[in-house]
């Protein structure tokens, strides 16, 4: 019975460095929720030996195989033969799958070309299912006991088409064991881990930490998880904005400012709209999210904004002083409730030795109250920027609670 | 000889979905630098016998073997002790090791705990390396004729430690073969494969195409890659903008205003500040770009930027006029001698028939020349951001020309 994933990631563009692959890191969420985790992920080249040999490696009666890449029309899109031969199947022209074929072109409003109807060999046995946004049909094929699903590698297609083709397999969304979540902002990973290592014991748990720049994510299972986290909530307080497993610290932020009918505005300098673009990367933002200011200058700092030219002479566009001023600047040019402000030193250039490389300060601002926070963050310069991102909406959140 | 490297990536989080990796794709193209492809990766849970079996069936005489992840202090990280039980080897305390650990735990203001000892505990016959940006060494062990490199998964700390890595591994960089690239914008993979077919065949090349939101990189190699690079550039005109492998859209953008002195201001709807962060993303930014404007909502748009209320109800928000004022208007505010503006439905909500999800208006201006361009994109909401962001960039490029 399968009961784990392993994934195959297709094309040399992987490992030629030039793409970013994004399905192993969704996949994986998805497939633990559906309580079929993923094990391990290969990434091989437009080669069929190599992706038959991967299969035929990953396949076993209990882990199914789940292969992205390498689906198109062209003649760099080897998968689909590469599964046949990995099995010794033939290729099968599939009507049902020309069908799918022809009704995408003709919804894209493109012809029908040779190349488009190669798609429509699958290997005998396979069951092709619909792809709701571009034209490769997934591909379902049960085997040995266990069961190979092939799909395209561009992530909205992958994304699309990844539970029609697990519901094809036969299988059905399971509800997850005890697992919880905490998700924190603003802390180091090592020092968390040091600081609850007396919880851990206390609770039987063993943590795992998950960091990203300026947010960690603790995830326990077991008898022990319930009691774990609440005794990290109530050691970490405002740290903890979260223990849903998805949800950001944006979302939270924006869920909290919808119920109160409060708005936001941001000012950014060092991270430059990363701020604005992670909060706007939500759904639905336009209801809490009135905009913001990339004062990436100083004149435009004084000009927009409104911070004073005395300020920057006396304290530095670094500094407390002009944190603040861009955070009530911000806030009254766009008659927002709620502001915040991140202004720092990125790097790698830009340090001295009264403000090093990392030196970041952040303010947060109502009507009633104002707050800047002081960093020293580490890393290169996308690490201090997200970063600081991170720390600007954790303080937000702090106030707003 | 070690001619090819196969990567092991260490990390349930990274097969949880928790943390996405950056070392591959950064690791494959320093690699290829290096005349040291990457032929295959694979992505491991923190299970020693799994990590130890990754190593083992990747390294041969040709395929050295680099490992990252599971290299800190904590009960999670057990590479080490893999790499160790692979090869069948004991650990050692290396004094060089614990000298390097002491001296960066100093060099942070921490103390010295037995868990941070414990990563000098390496396999016999293995080389520390300083790790210039943390403390845990990386680990070089030569075995079979070949090697295997083991380093923190941090990616500011395993981007610090490669090249280190590799020469004490004894490997030099080498001359590139003869490869070109073309890299291009707005253009999307399927039709640029048909449209250069005729060209590929002409040259007697198989270029690679290798694509991200709103870009299509083409990479050729051998006899014909120069002449095939001369006739795309010809036949695509400015859609083309650097034949430099890891030259960005933003820093050819930015090299053309430092040259003539002139500055970029930004107005972003849809995009929520993607555009200005891809821009502060290059060191050295601040030296023409002065910073922008998210105006995301109506009311921002008309106060900030002084997009006529008219306009918005005439046309609508997103539309040629908007635009146009907003660039105009984000000009204004600046006093930026170029300006770029985008607007449109990034979506999954927000579509009509008239104007549906994908709909996406960009424009660009100087003080001379206006230019507005509407875009139909595809994908989902990233996508069609990262998309209009990639074309907003590439119609500034063309004006620049």
Known sequence: MVTEIALVLVGDELLSGRTRDVNLQRFSRVLADWGLPVTSASVVRDIPLEISISIRNSLSKNTAVIVTGGMGPTEDDLTVAALATAFNLDLIRSSLAEDMIRTKQHEYGLGLPESALKQADIPEGALPVMNPVGIAPGIVLPVSGSFVICMPGVPSESAALLEPCLRVAGIEPM???????????????????????SLSLKNKVIPAFLPSPGRVDIKVSGAGANGFSHDVIEKLGNRVYTTERDETLEEVIGKKLIESGLSLATAESCTGGS??????????????????????????????????????????????QTALEMARGVRRITGADFSLAVTGIAGPDGGTEEKPVGTVWTAVCSDKVEKAHLWRLGGDRESIRDGASARALGTLFELLQ
Chains 1, 2 share one sequence.
Request: glycine letters at 12%.
């Open 275 to 320: 701020i604005s673009r992670g909060i706007t990367a939500v759904p639905g933002a336009s209801r809490w999210f009135v905009g913001g200011v990339v004062s990436y200058s100083n004149e435009i700092k004084m000009q927009i904004l409104g911070v004073k030219k005395q300020t920057l002479e006396e304290y530095g566009a670094v500094s407390e």
């Open 175 to 197: 509800q997850g064991k005890q697992i919880r979540f905490v998700r924190t902002w603003g802390l180091k990973e090592n020092n968390l881990f040091d600081s609850l290592k």
